[in-house]
């Protein structure tokens, strides 16, 4: 009979704070795989202890794929099933085969140590992500736990925080958490200047700068851009028009400055978006602005559209803002499966005839926005209007 895999947390503090139901597990053991700092916890005596071998996702794959006759012990840090190789082993072997015995994970111990509500704070991980993927949660007033990668985490954070308008954060590094060697280091994001110290640690941070929202609409000089941006207010309304979701993967078509995928990624944090960008000066520039918006992580840039969309992974929502034809919308829209939306802009006449041509066969809604700005005139003040955007937002039936 194949065996289940048993993955168990495991603290700083070892052997001594795992509870007696886990104790019992890794006590009858057979074999126990882990990385050797945690093999290194456990006493002498019992079991087959085998450390993973790097890169640790191909040796787990491999122990993963193999028929065990008997259950295979895995140790993780803390709780498996937060940002640990639980859910890993669960989506690759499935929840039948896989028993998970938790501990307390570093967030809950930084929590206990620092006095802060759980349910307030905001997790963000280093460990499989950019150090930039920080400023996709920071904000005034908003406590951070950074899941540092290794020692040289804490500094990177601090320099990122201080570049980017939030050099006044204050930081704590908590070290081997729960351990005997437990460690709390204190500071300054912009007099951070602390040696690295131990690879286990865990970054809070409470963000005093600049309030970031989720809202679409952003100023546009917040983007590095050539002058072919989607302007704020447009921005606003075409995100709203997309309707983000959890889960979801937007076709961002002509994407220029990035400013629709990046307005998109950051009111689904779950989201993923392809930009599809001929020219490779813009598509050099809106890979750098996701990076400095926090979601480069989670933005993948194409060649130019229809071309690059052949093979591109299927969409839930397509944008549509620049180099707009009969045969791009044609080629879009038979791609596209049932429920997914679209939603395309258009400034010129042509373009606007098209989707009212479109409009009139598939439905949705048709839009014509325009929007005026103040701006001097001599010592006075009159409104400067910009070019109207038609907009056309339909779900696919």
């Not at 790097?54 to 794959?61: G, Q």
Request: negative net charge; contains cysteine.
């Amino acid at each position: 009979m194949i065996g289940r895999f048993v993955v168990v947390g495991i603290g700083a503090d070892g052997w001594d704070g795992l509870s007696g139901r886990a104790r019992d597990e890794l006590s009858g053991a057979r074999v126990i795989y882990g990385s050797q700092r945690q093999l290194d916890l456990l006493p002498s005596g019992f079991a087959e202890r085998r450390p993973w071998t790097s890169p640790m996702s191909a040796h787990l794959a491999e122990v993963l794929a193999t028929d065990h006759r008997g259950d295979v012990h895995l140790l993780a840090s803390g709780d498996p099933m937060f940002h640990g190789v639980g859910a890993s082993v669960v989506r690759a072997v499935g929840a039948q085969r896989v028993h998970i015995i938790p501990t307390v994970s570093s967030v809950s111990l930084a929590c206990a140590r620092l006095g802060w509500d759980l349910t307030e704070v905001t997790v963000v991980t280093t460990v499989t992500r950019d150090v930039d993927s920080v400023l996709d949660a920071a904000t005034d007033g908003r406590d951070l736990l950074i899941l540092s990668c290794d020692r040289t985490t804490p500094a990177a954070v601090a320099k990122l925080l201080n570049d980017t308008g939030f050099g006044w954060s204050s930081m704590v590094v908590a070290e081997q958490l729960g351990g005997p060697a437990e460690r709390l280091v204190r500071g300054l994001a912009r007099t951070w200047d602390e040696p690295a110290g131990d690879d286990l640690n865990v970054i809070a941070v409470s963000c005093v700068g600049p309030r970031r929202s989720i809202a679409p609409g952003r100023p546009d000089d917040d983007y590095d851009h050539d002058g072919q941006i989607t302007k704020a207010p447009i921005r606003a309304l075409t995100v709203a028009a997309l309707a983000p979701g959890h889960r979801q993967l937007l076709w961002d078509i002509g994407s220029g400055s990035g400013s629709v995928a990046i307005e998109w990624l950051r009111a689904t944090p779950t989201g993923y978006a392809v930009a599809f960008e001929r020219d490779t000066t813009r598509a050099d520039r809106l890979t750098a602005n996701a990076r400095r918006h926090g979601v480069g992580r989670r933005l993948t840039v194409r060649g130019a559209a229809p071309e690059a969309c052949t093979d591109a992974p299927v969409p839930d929502s397509v944008f549509i803002g620049g180099g707009l034809t009969e045969t791009m919308l044609a080629t879009v829209w038979h791609g596209l499966p049932a429920d997914a939306r679209l939603v395309v802009n258009a400034v010129t006449v042509e373009n606007q005839s098209l989707l009212a041509e479109w409009y009139a066969r598939q439905g949705g809604s048709l839009q014509r926005h325009s929007v005026e700005t103040a701006a001097p005139l001599g010592s006075m003040t009159t409104w400067r209007p910009a070019l109207p955007i038609v907009q056309w937002a339909v779900t696919k039936a």
